[in-house]
C-alpha cells in the first residue's frame, strides 16, 4: 500500500472521501413490499464496494408516519418495520465495515414529526416539562402568526394548535415541527441521540438542513425579494419561498456554538466526520465555508452550486472553484452533483449543448472526472453511476409531498427517487418481486441497468469504478493543493500539486475538441490508466468533445 492509500486510513480520512449516497426506498427490496429496505442494502454492498468508494451515506431509515418519507422522525433511535430492525442495521455496518466501507447516516435535528413524543407532550400545555423543547409563540393582536415566514414545501411556516393556543414553527411540511435549539435540554437530547448511533458503529452524520436549525428569536418579517436579485443555487424560479429574502428564518450567527458542540462529541469518537447540508441560503458557499472553518465546527459541508439548470462553463466553474478555494482554507467541501432532493444531473444537463447520445455519454464521463479531482470530498447519488435520467411520474403516482403541494408549476422530487435499475429483462428492472413498486420505474432507465452496463468496459458505471480507483493511487487528488489555470472558453484547467505528485487537470466543456499547448510542461505524461482517448503530440495534447486529460507533471501516473 503506498503512502497516499496510508493517509486514507487516518483520522483524517472524509477530507477526500468518495461518499455514496444510498436512498433506501428506492435501493434495493429485499421482502417483495415494493420499498426497499436496510436487508436490500445489504444484499447490494458489493455493488457499492465495487464502485472504491470511501463511504455511504443511507438516507433516513427510523420510524416515522412517513409524511416526508423519513425525514419526519417519530423515534430517533428505532427503524421503522418497513426498512427492516436494528438488528439489520447492524448487520449492514458489520458488512459494511468488512469490504473497508465508511458507513455515514442521516440526521434530522431541525424537527421531528408532530407524532414524535417530545412534541405530543409539548402541545399538551405551556408549563410541561417540554413545553419549550420546540418553537411556539404567541399569535399578533390580530391574530395571525407571529412573521410572514414562509415554509419551504409551501404556505405560512407557522400552524395554530388549538390545545396550545399558539403557533409552531414548521420549516418544511406541517407534520414536521421545528425543534427549539436555544433550550439546551434539546441540544442534551440530540447529543444522546448521536451517542446511540455513534455507539452502533457509524462512522459519522449527514446533518440535515443544519442551516436551519436557529431562527431571530425577535422573529422580524423577511423583507420582500427585490427584482433584480439572484435567487440562491438551486433555486427554482417559480418557487414561493424565494419570494422573500430569507434573512430571519434560518442561517443566524448563534448556530457557531451549536456547532462546536457537535464537534466536541464527534471528537471523542475519533475518526468520525460529519457532512452539513447547507439548504437555501443566499449564498450558500459563504455559509457552507463558515459552518467548517477552524477545526472546532463541523467537518464537511456541500450545497446546491453545482445543482442547477445553467451550463457547465468555463467561467461559472473557474468561479467557483477559485471562490472556493479562497473560502475552504482548512474546512472541507463535499463537492456533490447530485442528491435525492434534486432533479437528475443529466437530464439538467442534457437540456443545453448536448446534441446526441455521444455527448451525453462522454459529458457525463468528464463531469465524474473532475468531480474526483477538485479539492475535497465528494458525493455521487445512487443511479448516477449508470447516467440516469429524471423520470418522468405522472402526477396519479407522485408520491412527492413537495412536489404535489407545487404541482404543476414546482418541480417535484419523485423523479429522482424512482427504483434503481439492476436487470433489464426482471419485472421492475429487478428492483422488487411485488407487481408495482412504490414509484414507478422509468422504461429509459431499463437501458442503462447494471447488468447492461456491467457486460462492457466502457460503460459509464465501470468508468466510475476505475477513475474512483484510479484516484485512490494518486496522491496529488487525494492530499494535493489547487492551482487553477487560465485556460480559457470552454476548457477548464488547473494543477493538484503534493509532495510526491503533479498532476495537470484539463476539462473540454464542449462537444468540439479542441488543443492545449503542452510547451510548459515539457516533462508531461498522460495517464493511460484513465483512457479519455486523446492524442498527444510533441509539446500539444488535443482533447475530444466533453474530454479529459491528465497528465502527471515530472514524473509518471501512478
Known amino acids: 500500500m503506498n503512502s497516499a492509500l496510508d493517509r486514507t486510513q487516518t483520522r483524517d480520512w472524509w477530507r477526500s472521501a468518495v461518499i455514496y449516497q444510498v436512498y433506501p426506498r428506492s435501493f434495493f427490496d429485499s421482502n417483495g413490499d415494493g420499498i426497499g429496505d436496510l436487508q436490500g442494502i445489504i444484499h447490494k454492498l458489493d455493488y457499492i464496494a465495487a464502485l472504491n468508494v470511501d463511504a455511504v451515506w443511507i438516507s433516513p431509515f427510523y420510524k416515522s408516519p412517513m409524511k416526508d418519507f423519513g425525514y419526519d422522525i417519530e423515534d430517533y433511535c428505532a427503524v421503522d418495520p418497513i426498512f427492516g430492525t436494528i438488528e439489520d442495521f447492524k448487520l449492514l455496518t458489520k458488512g459494511a465495515k468488512q469490504r473497508g466501507l465508511k458507513v455515514l447516516i442521516d440526521q434530522v435535528w431541525n424537527h421531528t414529526s408532530n407524532l414524535h413524543p417530545w412534541f405530543i407532550e409539548s402541545r399538551q400545555s405551556r408549563d410541561n416539562a417540554k ?159 463558515e459552518y467548517v472553518r477552524g477545526n472546532n465546527r463541523l467537518h464537511m459541508a456541500y450545497n446546491s452550486s453545482l445543482m442547477s439548470d445553467e451550463p457547465l462553463t468555463y467561467e461559472k466553474l473557474y468561479q467557483l472553484v477559485a471562490r472556493v478555494e479562497s473560502l475552504f482554507a482548512d474546512g472541507v467541501i463535499c463537492w456533490t452533483g447530485g442528491t435525492h432532493d434534486f432533479p437528475r444531473l443529466k437530464s439538467r444537463w442534457r437540456k443545453f449543448q448536448i446534441d446526441d447520445e455521444f455527448s451525453h455519454e462522454a459529458f457525463d464521463r468528464m463531469f465524474v472526472a473532475m468531480l474526483i479531482s477538485l479539492k475535497g470530498s465528494c458525493c455521487i447519488y445512487q443511479g448516477d453511476e449508470l447516467g440516469l435520467t429524471q423520470a418522468e411520474v405522472p402526477y396519479e403516482k407522485m408520491q412527492d409531498p413537495f412536489g404535489l403541494a407545487g404541482y404543476p408549476t414546482i418541480l417535484g422530487r419523485d423523479g429522482s427517487r424512482t427504483p434503481m435499475p439492476w436487470q433489464k429483462e426482471s419485472p421492475n428492472a429487478g428492483f422488487t418481486k411485488t407487481k408495482e413498486p412504490w414509484l414507478p420505474i422509468a422504461e429509459e432507465h431499463l437501458h442503462d441497468a447494471v447488468d447492461v452496463q456491467e457486460t462492457y468496459s466502457n460503460s459509464l458505471l465501470n468508468k466510475y469504478r476505475r477513475l474512483i480507483k484510479w484516484r485512490k493511487q494518486q496522491p496529488a487528488l487525494l492530499w494535493g493543493d489547487l492551482t487553477l489555470l487560465d485556460t480559457s472558453e470552454p476548457l477548464l484547467g488547473f494543477i493538484r500539486k503534493s509532495e510526491e505528485q503533479k498532476l495537470l487537470c484539463l476539462f473540454n466543456l464542449s462537444p468540439v475538441p479542441l488543443r492545449y499547448d503542452l510547451s510548459s510542461y515539457p516533462q508531461c505524461v498522460a495517464a493511460d490508466e484513465v483512457d479519455f482517448q486523446n492524442r498527444q503530440y510533441d509539446s500539444t495534447v488535443e482533447i475530444p468533445g466533453y474530454g479529459v486529460f491528465f497528465g502527471c507533471l515530472g514524473e509518471t501516473a501512478k
Open 131 to 289: 413545553a419549550d423543547w420546540y418553537v411556539w409563540v404567541d399569535p399578533k393582536p390580530d391574530g395571525t402568526p407571529p412573521s410572514n415566514w414562509l415554509a419551504t414545501f409551501g404556505g405560512s411556516a407557522w400552524t395554530w394548535d388549538e390545545q396550545r393556543q399558539q403557533y409552531y414553527l414548521h420549516n418544511f411540511l406541517a407534520e414536521q415541527p421545528d425543534l427549539n435549539w436555544y433550550n439546551p435540554e434539546v441540544k442534551e437530547a440530540i447529543l444522546e441521540v448521536a451517542k446511540f448511533w455513534l455507539d452502533l458503529g457509524v462512522d459519522g452524520f449527514r446533518l440535515d438542513v443544519v442551516n436551519f436549525f436557529l431562527h431571530d428569536r425577535t422573529f422580524k418579517d423577511n423583507p420582500p425579494r427585490p427584482k433584480d436579485s439572484p435567487l440562491p443555487d438551486g433555486a427554482g424560479a417559480n418557487d414561493p419561498f424565494f419570494s422573500q429574502l430569507n434573512l430571519y428564518n434560518f442561517c443566524q450567527p448563534e448556530i457557531f456554538p451549536l456547532l462546536e458542540d457537535i464537534r466536541q462529541l464527534m471528537d471523542s469518537y475519533p475518526e468520525t466526520t460529519t457532512l452539513a447540508e447547507i439548504s437555501s441560503a443566499e449564498d450558500g458557499i459563504l455559509t457552507a465555508s
